[in-house]
């Protein structure tokens, strides 16, 4: 995959770190990320394996993801809840083993309504420095850009998943963001027409 066009890119990272310095992005930040503390309080071990339906919910609700599916997400029994998130944020296993099991179809620890975009939510609010948000606003900014790879048409959550990822640590690097919630953001003004190029 082509880099973007180094000029393109410096021209609308520019663009977005001056919206950052006149304050016009921290109304973005708050709808994305402005409950973050409260999703990572309930991502404690501890508080992972007594969490409660209701706390199911609060957790889901903090999370900066469309809040559509989230009845399905509950549908869940809280014995299922508990399990896949302790698998996903506390076993072990390689990331990709552990977003298998829970994203795909034959995976032991598959969550209804949790999709791409509730795992990388998760796993982001968990680790910052380590997994970004991948939704379809960050799907497509990473492909105007040119960083996304394109998918196979049977290609897993998992393997989507991984390209997502790869090109959003690949997007940091170039333009020097500090962590994934910085290159979310930029991402979301890309996508929101913000910034000029």
């Known amino acids: ?7 393109r890119l410096e021209t609308l990272v520019r663009s977005f770190r001056e919206l950052q310095g006149s304050g016009a992005m921290e109304g973005l930040w708050r709808l994305r990320w402005g409950r973050e503390q409260e999703a990572l309080a309930l991502l404690q071990e501890e508080r992972v394996r007594t969490l409660t339906l209701a706390e199911a919910e609060t957790l889901h609700r903090s999370l900066p993801v469309s809040q559509r599916r989230r009845r399905e997400f509950l549908g869940n029994t809280i014995e299922q809840v508990r399990e896949a998130l302790w698998f996903l944020l506390y076993e072990q296993a390689p990331y990709e083993v552990r977003v298998w099991e ?26 910052p420095t380590s ?67």
């Open 1 to 7: 995959m082509a880099a973007p066009a180094p000029a």
């Open 102 to 127: 829970v994203l795909d179809e034959g995976g032991g620890y598959r969550l209804r309504g949790a999709d791409l975009c509730v795992v990388s939510a998760l796993l982001g609010v968990h680790q």
């Open 131 to 197: 997994f970004g948000l991948a939704d379809a606003m960050s799907i497509r900014a990473l492909r105007r850009l040119g960083l996304l790879r394109p998918f196979a048409g049977n290609e897993s959550y998992a393997g989507r998943f991984q390209k997502v990822q790869e090109a959003l640590w690949r997007l940091r690097a170039l333009a020097g963001f500090q962590d994934f919630q910085e290159t979310d953001i930029f991402l979301g003004a890309l996508a929101r027409g913000m910034l000029s190029a």
